[in-house]
């Protein structure tokens, strides 16, 4: 690549900010001399942690934003109240072309409003969708929509559909990968207005591969490659996941623990098992692309640690060297 890929990175966003963004955002720019971060915030906080770190300067620039929103805050006032806030800065360099992407652990509302309404969807993209990695028994599949759309429609989840099928394909290497509805049972006929409405549509489009309905308990076996729902079904499937998986992790070292036999068994596994639940670890996936904006924006957990800030610009670079918005131009846009 003749030119660096420049990840504008709200370093002020999530719960350990700015300490782990900056971190993150650096350890990426190490293994890969073709990135540039701009770290948007608080001038003096980013740089107390820079200067205990060693970096390329050229690969790192900070500008300051005086202000943050914060997660409590109504998102669309302080979109329109905070245009000095580090999350508006950062949108507004992939808007104008000083950045090609944008990433966040700040509010998940303010990320959506400002992707929409600053970088702006691509012309034809009814609904701008958020996708998240989820790791399955198979490798990962796409969960989409996850939290943008809640009042989704059947045209909506057909477009989603497709760029979800975009995504997969391109950005992590799966060849026609499947797309399922999610519902209530695998016939046709099952499930309310939406997906009734939506599985004919899905059926007639030669452009993805209809694998037809997947129940939820089925997701996690790997079962299909793009999950496809509305954002309130999408975001209850992630957040059970989310809570079931703690509480289980939580079972396990509980019960290993409860007996000197079970702790001489835990020595016995412990290698095992820390592998397997590596494979579980949501860190280890990166962010959720808004897909369907001009420019990318990548929503991260709010709880966000270095580990997954360096996953999300890595992420960034795969999807710009992909090319992906130019294939859904190519594919959806009018």
């Not at 906080?45 to 202000?67: D, G």
């Not at 999350?87 to 090609?100: C, I, N, P, R, S």
């Not at 939820?216 to 496809?228: A, C, K, N, Q, S």
Request: glycine share 10%; proline share 3%.
């Amino acid at each position: 690549m003749s030119q660096k890929i420049r990840i504008a990175v709200d370093a002020m966003g999530g719960d350990y900010a700015p300490e782990e963004i900056v971190k993150g955002a650096v350890a990426a720019t190490k293994e890969n001399s073709e990135i540039k971060v701009i770290l948007v915030g608080n001038d003096d906080a980013i740089k107390a942690v820079l200067e205990e770190m060693s970096y390329n300067r050229e690969q790192v620039e900070v500008v300051h934003a005086a202000q943050v929103i914060s997660c409590e805050e109504a998102p669309v006032e302080a979109i329109r109240a905070k245009k000095d806030s580090s999350l508006v800065m950062a949108m507004k360099m992939v808007k104008e072309g000083t950045a090609d992407a944008v990433i966040s652990a700040g509010s998940t509302g303010a990320v959506l409003v400002g992707g929409q309404v600053i970088a702006g969807k691509i012309r034809g993209i009814k609904r701008a969708p958020l996708a998240t990695l989820i790791p399955t028994l198979k490798g990962v599949s796409l969960l989409i929509d996850c939290g943008a759309n809640v009042d989704a429609r059947p045209e909506h989840l057909v477009q989603f559909a497709q760029m979800g099928s975009l995504y997969m394909e391109h950005v992590v290497g799966v060849e026609k990968p499947k797309v399922s509805l999610v519902n209530i049972g695998a016939e046709e006929a099952k499930g309310n207005a939406l997906v009734k409405e939506t599985y004919p549509k899905l059926k007639e489009l030669d452009t993805i591969h209809f694998a037809g309905n997947i129940e939820p308990r089925d997701i996690f076996y790997g079962e299909t490659d793009v999950v496809l729902c509305e954002a309130f079904v999408g975001n209850v499937i992630l957040k059970l996941a989310e809570g079931l998986s703690g509480a289980l992790i939580k079972a396990i070292k509980e019960g290993m623990m409860s007996s000197t036999r079970s702790k001489v068994g835990a020595l016995l596994v412990k290698p095992a098992l820390k592998e397997t639940l590596k494979q579980f670890d949501a860190s280890e996936y990166g962010g959720a692309p808004l897909l369907g904006l001009n420019g990318l924006v990548v929503k991260m957990h709010g709880n966000s640690k270095a580990k997954e800030v360096k996953v999300a610009v890595e992420q960034c670079v795969s999807f710009m060297q992909q090319g992906i918005n130019d294939k859904i131009k190519e594919q959806l846009g009018k």
